[in-house]
């Protein structure tokens, strides 16, 4: 089940978590961020008589299942308020949502303002005003750098709600609906350093030590907590542990001047650890280049008793000390860079003529784009994944191939067809351009073969590297490709296929491939490198860019395909800017 935090606190934000898909999904925090919704209005109509109005916005998330009969049933369900505001056509909310957001997903939200007459939250007790219904990832894609999104409020009835409109009226303004969002994060910052230990006490009777050590932090109620233990480093006295890396917020809690434990032990194989020492030190005492005693205290004590000089059970320094951010994946789209997607489609002989119904290209004269069950599974294909991408490109505008055909009547077998019919101009606006140029290409395609991948991805692989700045600068990422590929079985060119996608894998690229139909899938598997990367004649793919996702298995749940399809998006977005060292296009 899902979680609704709903505060009791008039300014303490409520909270939507998706529990049961974060367990499903290990709840990799890396991949799920939350974000932190703030809202205005704009020259709201005042619906008082002897005072302003007073207004209240009233959070509902979109909730889609699937009946018995196999048709969707669409809910609205109440996930949050704001504190309401007395006397203001302008306000600023100060009570805020939040919500997990995860890209694979569309998440609408809808956003009913009322103006309140009593105290209670009950529609039919207050005076509607308007509403707004927004994807998260139309306000994450707004490409503002304020990351502020503003739109109308519609005075209209909102679908599938029991609401009047007794006192709409018609104003010279229209009223707008202004959200602020931001991502809610700790601390980003990685500390990356070489930590060097001298001249440790020898704890091995037939060799030297086999050291490691452990770093603690101090609890507010005093206690100590570990936070890191480092490899171990076999028979030496004078280890050194280059690139040690850990979060800040886990090291310090962002606070530089915390002081640390370091403990420093020598590991045995059939026993506990031998203690070597410790010391404390705060990450602003390591900056300043100190080196550190390591200071076996029960050794100390018993040099003193003999009377003997006790200088240290070794010196632990600290080099080539970095911090590092490290940018989520939602802080990319949050900051400029665009998501452009790409489709490619399979017009092989395999497929059926397109005019038999027994064809996976067969278009049913009910044929209706707002319904799932309606479309062809190309079509289903395209839509399910298509609307969750669409809001992440600024421009709207997506790429559509096709592949294995003869098209325009032209006599030779093309792999990279614009289905604009424009080489130069290949995009069309939306997943309804896409759906209107496919059903445009087969009324006059030749379908025909052999099934070759390479093609596209050698073309979309280049564009990828228009304008790429040069790597491992730090430098800006202005767009993200993502490549999918739709089709209905075996890859006749499987070598070539493999090449590309390794001289790819340096792009900024993701490549999706979907399975229609019932053919054989079992090349997919080896290109979706998840279990060993893909290789040809030794040369490795540098990282995996492909995820293949069957369609009969998500035929008749659209929300499922996208989420299963899209899952490693954001993952393989985070890889690629770290792997090369892109930052996010208006990063500072």
């Known amino acids: 089940m899902s979680k609704r935090e709903l505060s009791t606190n008039a300014f303490e934000p409520d909270y939507y ?12 925090t890396e991949l799920c961020s939350k974000i932190e919704l703030r809202f205005e209005c704009k020259d709201l109509p005042n619906l008082d008589i002897l005072s302003k109005s007073d207004p209240k916005i009233f959070i509902f998330l979109e909730q889609k299942t699937i009946n018995t009969s196999g048709e969707q049933d669409i809910k609205w369900i109440k996930v949050g308020t704001t504190e309401k505001i007395n006397n203001d056509l302008n306000p600023s909310f100060l009570k805020s949502f939040i919500i997990d957001y995860y890209f694979e997903m569309i998440q609408k939200l809808r956003f009913l303002v009322f103006d309140m007459d009593d105290n209670s939250d009950s529609f039919s007790s207050n005076d509607f005003i308007g509403y707004a219904e927004k994807n998260i990832g139309d306000l994450i894609g707004s490409n503002d750098i304020k990351n502020k999104y503003e739109c109308d409020l519609l005075t209209t009835i909102p679908p599938n709600m029991n609401i009047k409109n007794k006192k709409v009226r018609n104003t010279t303004k229209k009223p707008k609906l202004i959200i602020n969002i931001e991502q809610i994060q700790e601390s980003n910052v990685t500390i990356s350093m070489d930590v060097r230990g001298t001249n440790l006490d020898k704890m091995d009777f037939f060799g030297k030590s086999d050291p490691y050590f452990i770093i603690s932090k101090t609890q507010e109620d005093g206690s100590s907590l570990q936070v890191y233990k480092s490899s171990v480093i076999k028979n030496t006295l004078n280890p050194i542990w280059t690139g040690v890396k850990i979060k800040e917020y886990i090291l310090n809690s962002g606070d530089d001047d915390k002081m640390l434990l370091w403990e420093v032990y ?23 280049g100190l080196r550190f005693n390591i200071i076996n205290v029960n050794k100390l004590k018993k040099y003193k008793k003999k009377r003997k000089d006790y200088k240290n059970s070794g010196i632990m320094s600290f080099e080539n000390i970095t911090y590092s951010k490290e940018y989520s994946f939602i802080e990319f789209p949050m900051l400029g860079t665009q998501i452009s997607v790409v489709f490619a489609i399979d017009f092989t002989g395999s497929n059926g003529e397109v005019t038999n119904p027994n064809s996976l290209h067969y278009r049913s004269p009910n044929c209706d784009y707002n319904n799932f069950s309606t479309l062809n599974e190309y079509q289903k294909a395209i839509a399910a994944v298509g609307y969750v ?10 790429e559509v191939y096709g592949y294995g055909a003869r098209f325009f009547n032209r006599e030779c077998v093309e792999f990279d067809c614009a289905l604009t019919g424009d080489p130069n101009y290949p995009a069309v606006l939306g997943v309804n351009g896409i759906l209107q140029v496919y059903a445009h290409a087969l009324e006059t395609v030749k379908i025909w073969g052999p099934t070759n991948f390479a093609p596209i991805i050698n073309k979309i692989a280049e564009k990828t590297r228009i304008g790429l700045p040069p790597k491992n600068q730090n430098a800006p990422l202005a767009k993200y490709y993502i490549l999918t590929i739709i089709t209905d079985g075996e890859i006749s060119d499987m070598e070539n296929t493999k090449k590309a996608i390794i001289n790819a894998s340096d792009c900024p690229l993701s490549i999706i491939i979907i399975g229609v139909g019932s053919g054989n899938f079992n090349s997919m598997v080896e290109l979706d490198g998840d279990e060993e990367k893909l290789n040809v004649n030794g040369k490795y793919a540098e990282r995996d860019i492909v995820q293949f996702v069957p369609l009969s298995k998500f035929i008749d749940n659209p929300s499922l395909l996208a989420c299963e399809t899209l899952a490693e998006i954001p993952k393989q977005v985070i890889e690629f800017s770290k792997f090369y060292k892109y930052k996010p296009l208006y990063a500072p």
Request: proline share 4%; glycine share 2%; hydrophobic share 25%.
């Open 389 to 398: 991408l669409e809001p992440y490109d600024s421009t709207k505008y997506m």
């Open 17 to 28: 978590h998706y529990t049961e898909y974060a367990n499903t999904h290990n709840n990799n």
């Open 266 to 288: 020598d590991w045995d194989r059939n026993k506990s650890p031998d203690f070597i020492g410790s010391f404390e030190a705060s990450m602003n005492m390591i900056k300043q």
